[in-house]
């Protein structure tokens, strides 16, 4: 009982101080200083850092996607519509989660790994002692640069995926170019193009705001921050999955 | 003084020699069951020495990080330079932190910064201070603790000691009034740490900055304690100090989070405490 009692007061602690640092990020956001090279520094770190894993991760899923809707459509002899299939799949849910995966695993473990050093070597401490708020400092570039970038890669996934698609479709299931292009345009409504603008702001600001939390509670020296790399990757993986759901469901009532 | 002179500011008399610029008043502190400091009480005088001693987890880097406001105590008020900290705002602390200079255990530079961004780190993101002043400053405090040569290094290619002095450089870039020195020889060899001691002396002596050094290395404190620091035709000698000199360097010794000893030097090595005397063997 008190292992329990023990455990939910963690829990709480875990949610409360995430939601004061999101409180104390937003007030960052809109109040000065501003750390300028830092915010570029990150948008280099975050978004083009990202590109090349982020391009292959969405040329070979597009490639799969079409591969395995080929099979299927093959059933019901409706092949044609393989680019509507591609189109509504990767712009509504492929490209927005499997870009937000991608950069939790490769930014979200290298933010929770560096700010986790930072604290177990009193960097952090240090910049407070030399009148840095750490949040500013540290935090708002990353946040920022996540959740402007997030999208950016998202739509760059996007596209890299359809046109992987298209490669298959065209090479191996036989379908006319124009013919798929014209699946995909007509495919989609508007409501699914606003859901792929929409989402990926709120992964990305999922996966970089649980990788800072996660590297700004690290305790206990170097096998601290390797705990804190693990969890910081779980945590916002799991939280990519999780939001995704409840954000679709409500970008569903609002736009559909 | 005339009668129409005008009253000194709170800032003037604190900054004279011998006013209060640290005043600790029966803080305590825990952390969950874990009792760190029980009422401690204690006061630093401008230009002078407080030497923290204690073993291990004795709550001796607690005291020096409630002065920083990096940590609230549980009961107690804390006055650092006429501010009263315990209660402040993070915002409000940066105000006080400016006046502040903090020399962490085993450095704590910025990795991803090279020697010269490190120490002029408050300089170029923190003030207002034009460029080449700024640059100015840092080639002047890197010369002091004597590693110009080094000043495009990245910390990671200097040694052990010199990261303590880029440290020590770093923190006095901004000419604060009191430094903090949290176990600044811990790891050394004595010949370094010797070194490391010496800046402790030349900062406070030369500069007349206020100190606070918190170490369980007795030799190191007794040699910051006994020795001053004198310009003679422009070399900076290290000296035995005089009587009056070395009052002004105080022990502070802390056992379980109380204070068992105050006094100087001299007081420390005729004491008959068994504790005191066991840690002093």
């Known amino acids: ?104 695993g490769r930014v979200g473990s290298g933010i929770a790994a560096e700010l986790g050093s930072m604290v177990v070597t009193e960097q952090v401490n240090a910049l407070r002692a030399l009148g840095t708020d750490p949040i500013r400092k540290l935090v708002f570039p990353r946040v920022l640069a996540g959740f402007l970038m997030v999208p950016a890669l998202t739509a760059v996934a996007n596209a890299v995926g359809m046109t992987g698609a298209w490669l298959i479709a065209v090479g191996q299931l036989r379908v006319a170019s124009s013919v798929y292009w014209n699946s995909v345009w007509y495919g989609l409504y508007m409501a699914d193009v606003w859901m792929a603008l929409i989402k990926p702001f709120f992964l990305g600001l999922v996966v970089v705001t649980i990788g800072c939390h996660v590297g700004l509670r690290t305790t206990g020296g170097t096998q601290g921050v390797g705990r804190s790399t693990t969890n910081a990757v779980v945590a916002s993986s799991v939280g990519v999955l999780a939001v995704d759901f409840f954000v679709t469901k409500l970008l569903i009532v609002l736009l559909y | 003084m005339d009668a129409d002179d005008p009253l000194p500011t709170s800032q003037e008399v604190l900054s004279e020699h011998g006013a209060p610029i640290v005043v600790f008043d029966g803080v305590s502190l825990a952390f969950d069951d874990k009792v760190i400091l029980r009422e401690v009480s204690f006061a630093l005088l401008a230009g002078h020495t407080k030497l923290i001693l204690g073993a291990s987890g004795a709550g001796k880097s607690t005291v020096l990080k409630l002065i920083l406001g990096l940590l609230k105590p549980d009961g107690g008020v804390i006055w650092v330079n006429g501010e009263r900290v315990d209660t402040m705002t993070e915002d409000d602390l940066m105000r006080v932190r400016a006046d502040l200079g903090m020399v962490f255990q085993e450095g704590a530079l910025f990795d991803s910064l090279t020697v010269r961004e490190n120490v002029g780190y408050k300089l170029y993101e923190e003030s207002d201070m034009p460029l080449g002043d700024a640059h100015r400053r840092v ?77 369980h290395q007795l030799r190191d404190a007794f040699y910051v304690a006994t020795h001053t620091a004198a310009r003679e035709n422009g070399d900076v000698k290290i000296l035995a100090a005089e009587r009056d000199k070395c009052q002004e360097a105080e022990f502070l010794m802390l056992r379980d989070g109380r204070i068992v000893f105050e006094g100087n030097a001299t007081q420390l090595r005729q004491t008959t405490d068994p504790y005191l005397l066991d840690f002093l063997s």
């Open chain 1, 1 to 104: 009982m008190t292992e329990r009692n023990g455990w939910l007061k963690r829990a709480v602690l875990e949610v409360q101080e995430f939601v004061f640092l999101l409180g104390a990020t937003l007030r960052a956001a809109v109040t000065r200083p501003f750390y300028g090279r830092d915010i570029i520094e990150q948008f280099e770190a975050i978004g083009v850092g990202s590109l090349s894993v982020v391009l292959l991760t969405g040329l070979f899923t597009g490639a799969v996607l079409a591969l395995q809707s080929g099979v299927t459509l093959d059933q019901f002899g409706a092949r044609s519509e393989v680019g509507r299939l591609i189109g509504a799949s990767m712009l509504k849910e492929l490209g927005p989660v499997l870009t937000a995966l991608m950069v939790s």
């Open chain 2, 139 to 215: 080639e002047e405090v890197l010369g002091f603790v004597g590693l110009s040569e080094h000043i495009d290094k990245m910390p990671s290619a200097l040694s052990g000691g010199q990261r303590r002095r880029v440290a020590i450089a770093r923190a006095m870039a901004a000419k604060p009034r009191l430094l903090l020195y949290d176990e600044p020889t811990t790891g050394l060899d004595p010949i370094t740490a010797i070194t490391i001691d010496a800046e402790i002396i030349k900062l406070r002596d030369l500069e007349q900055v206020s100190s606070i050094v918190v170490t």
